[in-house]
Structure formats: C-alpha cells, structure tokens
C-alpha cells in the first residue's frame, strides 16, 4: 500500500508539469486545449525513440520532447490565429493529427526503455538511492523549477500582456497588445510543459505508448480544480499567482493519491476514466452548491 502510494506521489508530481501547462490555457486564456492529448505523447515518443534507437543523452531527450511539444502547440496556434479555426477545433485537430505522427515517429504502438540509460537510472546508479525515489525528487525539483520560471514569466510585460488577453481580448486589443501573439506565445509555452512532462513520464516508466496521453486534459482540469477546491479550503484562502500554480501541482498529487486509493480497495481498472470524469464533475459541482448554500444562509440569517 505504502509503496503504491509512493507511486501515486511521484507519478502525480511528474504529471504535474503537464498540469502547470494545462493551467496556462485553461486559466489563463480560458481555452481547453485538447492538443494536450497528443503533445503529451509525442514529448514521450520522441524522448524514447531518442534515447532508444539514436542513443542520445537522457538530458537532450527531454529538451527534445519539449521542443517537440512547442511544435504542436505552435500548430493549433496557427490553426486557430491565422486561419481563424475556433480554439477547441483547433486542438481536436492537432490532436488527431498528432496520432498518426506519434505511430510514424516510433514505427510501432509502443518502444520499451527497459535496456537504456534513463535520467532516472543514471541517478541512482550514482547515489544508490531507489528509482521509485529518485522520480519523486526529479520531480519535485522539476516542478519547482517550472513554478518559478512560470512565476517569473508571467510577470514580465509578455507575461502580463497574455494574462490581459485572457481576461479581455478586446480591451487587450484595444491597448494596443497583439492578442494572436500572445495566444500563439501560450499555446506553445503549455504544450511545451505538456511534452517536457511525457518524456519524463516515459523515462520513468521506462516505455512509450501511443495511448500513453488519452485522457490527459482530463486528468489536468481536474488537478486543477482539486487543487482550486483545497485552496478555498485553506485559510484565508489561496489568491496569489505563486500559490494557484502550487495548487495545480498539488491537485495533481492528490488526483493520483485518490486513483491509487481506489484501485487498492478493488476497483477495476477499466473504470477509471469514470473514476475521472466523476472527479471532475464533483470538484466542479462541490464549489458551486457550497457557494448557494452559504448564500441562503445568509439570507436566512438576514431575514431573521
């Protein structure tokens, strides 16, 4: 139990990254980018056939499945900006696209990395510390540093100035900011999270699929809103910008936690994109029908 746990926190950080950038469309220029479904595999894809069959660095890798996940963003970013394509259309059909891309990169459904030097690997072939372990703290230490860059971009005159575009494109237009930049700009910072986070996936569990992103805007907004959901919990509750992209990573963790939970109590693991679907229908849910229920209260007690 204890050890499937551990997995849970581990897999739940390094799925995280790919929540921080889930968080950037989603949040932040309010558009479900369901390129997210492809770019996380194909960050795996190309980290494996890499590291596999052209014997590349572990560490290049990575910065090649990230670059790679830019890519794709930079598609449904042309898609949607230049040709004008509705956001969510545009994603659907990178997505797709990006299928039969992934099958072409890796000639086959899935590539093994059972006999290869991962970053993982490497670093407990060095300290002697277990695998298990040493994902939990590249992970954190990822995640970390994903924080504070985010933290630090978005505070910058870009930064803002995409901040602005999703909360009024037209007065951003208005001022005068290129809001098709800005767009383009998010896009390709997210799915360049989405694709840093399948290759380190991939590296960690020491194989690439071609379903390996089926369902990963799924598990994003709903990490997001877990962890939206246990800010409002805290006291005083979570407002400022640092604190909501810890929030994110940490949805993540306890998305994994729940999912690890109920597949030890028995579930089958065939339901768990029900499993999923009700998590985020919940966390969605929760919020609302508190908020209606603090407001008759107070009505009430208003009326007496």
Same mark, same amino acid.
């Given at each position: 139990?204890?050890?499937?746990?551990?997995?849970?926190?581990?897999?739940?950080?390094?799925?995280?990254?790919?929540v921080?950038?889930?968080?950037?469309?989603?949040?932040?220029?309010?558009?479900?980018?369901?390129?997210?479904?492809?770019?996380?595999?194909?960050?795996?894809?190309?980290?494996?056939?890499?590291?596999?069959?052209?014997? /590349?660095?572990?560490?290049? %890798? !990575? &910065?090649?499945?990230?670059?790679?996940g830019v890519?794709? @963003?930079?598609? =449904? $970013?042309?898609?949607?900006?230049?040709f004008n394509?509705?956001?969510?259309?545009?994603?659907?059909?990178?997505?797709i696209?990006?299928?039969?891309?992934?099958?072409?990169i890796?000639?086959?459904?899935?590539?093994?990395?059972?006999?290869?030097?991962?970053?993982?690997?490497?670093?407990?072939d060095?300290?002697?510390?277990?695998?298990?372990?040493?994902?939990?703290?590249?992970?954190?230490?990822?995640?970390?540093l994903?924080?504070?860059?985010?933290?630090?971009?978005?505070?910058?005159e870009?930064?803002?100035?995409?901040?602005?575009?999703?909360?009024?494109?037209?007065?951003?237009?208005?001022?005068g900011?290129?809001?098709?930049?800005?767009?383009?700009?998010?896009?390709?910072?997210?799915?360049?999270? /989405?694709?840093?986070s399948? %290759? !380190? &996936?991939?590296?960690?569990?020491?194989?690439?699929d071609? @379903?390996m992103g =089926? $369902?990963?805007?799924?598990?994003?907004?709903?990490?997001?809103?877990?962890?939206e959901?246990?800010?409002r919990?805290?006291?005083?509750?979570?407002?400022?910008?640092?604190?909501?992209?810890?929030?994110?990573?940490?949805?993540?963790?306890?998305?994994?936690?729940?999912?690890?939970?109920?597949?030890?109590?028995?579930?089958?693991?065939?339901?768990?994109?029900?499993?999923?679907?009700?998590?985020?229908?919940?966390?969605?849910?929760?919020?609302?029908?508190?908020?209606?229920?603090?407001?008759?209260?107070?009505?009430?007690?208003?009326?007496?």
């Amino acid at each position: 139990m204890l050890l499937a746990l551990q997995g849970a926190v581990s897999q739940g950080i390094l799925w995280g990254i790919m929540v921080l950038g889930v968080f950037i469309t989603y949040k932040l220029l309010d558009i479900a980018d369901l390129t997210v479904d492809g770019s996380f595999a194909l960050g795996g894809c190309v980290s494996a056939v890499l590291v596999v069959e052209m014997g /590349v660095d572990p560490w290049l %890798a !990575l &910065i090649a499945g990230t670059l790679a996940g830019v890519v794709a @963003g930079a598609v =449904t $970013g042309l898609l949607h900006t230049l040709f004008n394509i509705p956001a969510i259309l545009a994603g659907i059909l990178t997505q797709i696209s990006l299928w039969s891309i992934n099958l072409r990169i890796m000639g086959k459904s899935n590539v093994p990395l059972l006999k290869v030097t991962t970053i993982f690997s490497a670093i407990s072939d060095v300290t002697g510390i277990p695998q298990a372990t040493v994902s939990m703290i590249v992970g954190i230490l990822f995640a970390v540093l994903c924080v504070g860059a985010m933290y630090w971009f978005f505070g910058t005159e870009i930064g803002s100035a995409l901040r602005a575009t999703g909360n009024n494109e037209d007065m951003s237009r208005a001022l005068g900011i290129n809001t098709n930049t800005t767009k383009m700009i998010a896009l390709m910072l997210s799915n360049g999270l /989405v694709g840093l986070s399948g %290759a !380190l &996936i991939t590296q960690s569990q020491k194989y690439a699929d071609i @379903g390996m992103g =089926t $369902g990963a805007i799924i598990i994003g907004l709903a990490a997001i809103v877990i962890g939206e959901v246990l800010g409002r919990l805290t006291p005083g509750k979570l407002r400022s910008f640092w604190s909501r992209l810890i929030a994110a990573v940490v949805g993540s963790v306890v998305y994994f936690l729940i999912r690890a939970i109920v597949l030890q109590l028995g579930m089958d693991a065939n339901d768990m994109k029900l499993l999923s679907a009700i998590i985020v229908a919940l966390a969605l849910a929760v919020p609302v029908m508190w908020e209606r229920y603090q407001l008759r209260r107070s009505y009430s007690k208003g009326g007496e």
